[in-house]
Nanobody
Framework: QVQLVESGGGLVQPGGSLTLSCAAS????????MGWYRQAPGKQRELVAR???????SYADSVKGRFTISRDIPKNTVYLQMNSLKPEDTAVYYC?????????WGQGTQVTVSS
């Protein structure tokens, strides 16, 4: 069975950094596109960053230059390095895996940016 387990969330001050991890089991990054999404209270879930099976990456305009998505294929883990965090980055962050009609989500990890 497929499992995506996020970790690394927490409370951080504005300007700080956090690294989120998504440990995957039951899927291969060689064929699955992986993404980080976030959902703030009262808002729709939005794509933050994506890394395709071939390794190419893309980012939402709001996080370009501040966030970096990466993966460790032997560890089957995807990361989201978040720098220069802002209060508007506060949200639950979710990991997602896609391949064809197959889509899997993690349970989410809370990130709160506040002084």
């Amino acid at each position: 069975q497929v499992q995506l387990v996020e970790s690394g969330g927490g409370l951080v001050q504005p300007g700080g950094s956090l690294t989120l991890s998504c440990a995957a089991s039951g899927i291969s990054f060689m064929i699955y596109d992986m993404g980080w999404y976030r959902q703030a209270p009262g808002k729709q879930r939005e794509l933050v960053a994506r890394i395709r099976s071939g390794g190419s990456t893309s980012y939402a305009d709001s996080v370009k230059g501040r966030f970096t998505i990466s993966r460790d294929i032997p560890k089957n883990t995807v990361y989201l390095q978040m720098n220069s965090l802002k209060p508007e980055d506060t949200a639950v962050y979710y990991c997602k895996g896609d391949y064809g009609v197959n889509t899997y989500w993690g349970q989410g990890t809370q990130v709160t940016v506040s002084s």
